[in-house]
């Protein structure tokens, strides 16, 4: 596979030694693409990710639970354009459905089948913690990838990562792993494997791909807390291209994924992506995202990222990444505007957080390691109860 009829804009890092790919600075996360009626449009989906193709894009990141699939097959649809051998696909295992050696096969054969290829470049295993460590090694998927390697399924492995450093040294160690993927930024540089775990990594040979770069949409302007978007005002300085420039200043990731869901967004950080590179982040830059930081980490209550993992998980249906948007709103405003008390109440009884049963299974998937039920109950407490939690 090679890197051709690209823009001369685009910025490529080596993948890590282990891997002879060049992939670009920027790359495409698939997992919140447009949507209508919640589900992915997929003209607007198509066309957003071959604008950022056409900008020297080369690597686009999906998975096996994405959507139900349907991000699988949008990035298929894609791809069909005209791109395949022109960019690299990563897409992930479900590890928290295996139990026994043998249950990859069949949810490889179906991602094959919705990629419409007989060869996956970059595959990894989802979402890797200390529960699912243990789905790993029970259904032998170590073995597995080194099996499929030599089948030729799969081009090189790894694994992407929701826990503590400790538990990414276990795993980073525990195999030959061509490339990881960490969650990382500038507010939570020290979080999940973090810094330590980034350069550990790094000096291994091991390739590092930076996936939620702006916290799920957190860390831009319209979703920031507006006492940590005045620090932005004031310095004049965009939000999100200096949050992207932060990851990009330092030498170890070879790829950022942002989930982009609007073409003014992926031109927005095409052309950020341009003058990105180690040392150009300007000493005014970083000291408002520190500023931002410890203001992020004072006055936001609960890390959510809006993935949605916790979701299916839900018995009962409660909406926990918007009950937890809501909550978080409401105490940075110093609890003084109704819109959020208004937003609240205009959610189906099953859908508020006082619906929750307290059972748990939500803990289970959540990267960021929210006690949610304990949330969901002071959230409730909160806006039905009459008072603070």
């Known amino acids: 596979m090679e890197i051709r009829n690209y ?25 919140r693409l447009p949507a209508t009626d919640g589900k992915i449009d997929v003209p607007r989906s198509v066309d957003l990710i071959e604008t950022g193709f056409d900008g ?15 991000s699988e097959q949008t990035v298929c649809r894609a791809l069909n354009n005209g791109w395949r051998g022109k960019v ?40 890797l913690n200390k529960r699912y460590w243990e789905n790993v090694l029970k259904s032998d998927s170590l073995a597995w990838l080194d099996a499929e390697k030599r089948r030729g399924r799969i081009r090189f492995a790894g694994f992407s990562f929701h826990d503590d450093i400790e538990m990414f040294k276990t795993i980073l160690d525990a195999y030959d792993w061509d490339f990881c993927q960490i969650q990382y930024n500038y507010a939570q540089h020290d979080i999940q494997a973090g810094t330590r775990g980034l350069r550990y990594a790094h000096n291994k040979g091991v390739g590092v791909a930076v996936m939620e ?5 957190f860390l831009t302007g319209p979703q920031m807390p507006p006492g940590a978007n005045r ?27 942002s989930g982009m869901n609007e073409k003014s967004q992926m031109r927005d950080n095409l052309h950020t992506v341009e003058t990105a590179d180690v040392g150009v982040l300007t000493g005014r830059e970083q000291q408002v995202l520190e500023k931002v930081c410890l203001y992020m980490r004072e006055n936001v209550p609960i890390p959510c990222s809006k993935c ?14 918007v009950m937890f948007d809501i909550y978080n709103k409401h105490l940075l ?8 008390p208004a937003l609240y109440k205009s959610n189906l009884p099953n859908e508020k957080a006082s619906a929750c049963i307290r059972c748990g299974a939500c803990k289970k ?16 407490a909160e806006f039905e109860k009459g008072g603070p939690a």
């Not at 026994?100 to 290829?117: S, V």
């Not at 993992?309 to 839900?314: G, H, I, Q, R």
């Open 7 to 31: 823009r001369p804009t685009m910025r490529y890092r080596p993948f890590g030694t282990k891997t002879d790919v060049l992939v670009s600075m920027l790359g495409i996360g698939a997992m």
């Open 56 to 70: 020297g894009i080369n690597y686009i990141d999906t998975a096996y639970a994405y959507n139900d699939g349907a």
């Open 88 to 127: 690299y696909v990563a897409t992930k295992m479900p590890v928290w459905e295996l139990e026994k050696p043998g249950d990859q096969d069949p949810r490889l054969q179906t991602q094959l089948a919705r990629l419409q290829t007989q060869r996956i470049d970059f595959y990894l295993l989802h979402s």
């Open 213 to 217: 770069p702006l916290f799920g949409g």
């Open 231 to 257: 620090l932005f005002e004031e310095a004049g300085i965009n939000p999100v291209s200096s949050a992207l420039r932060w990851v990009w200043n330092q030498p170890e990731p070879a790829v950022v994924l």
């Open 308 to 321: 949605g993992y916790c979701l299916k998980s839900c018995p009962v249906g409660v909406k926990i990444p």
């Open 333 to 340: 405003v110093g609890r003084r505007h109704a819109l959020q």
């Open 365 to 380: 998937h959540c990267p960021q390691s929210i006690d949610i039920p304990a949330w969901l109950e002071k959230v409730a």
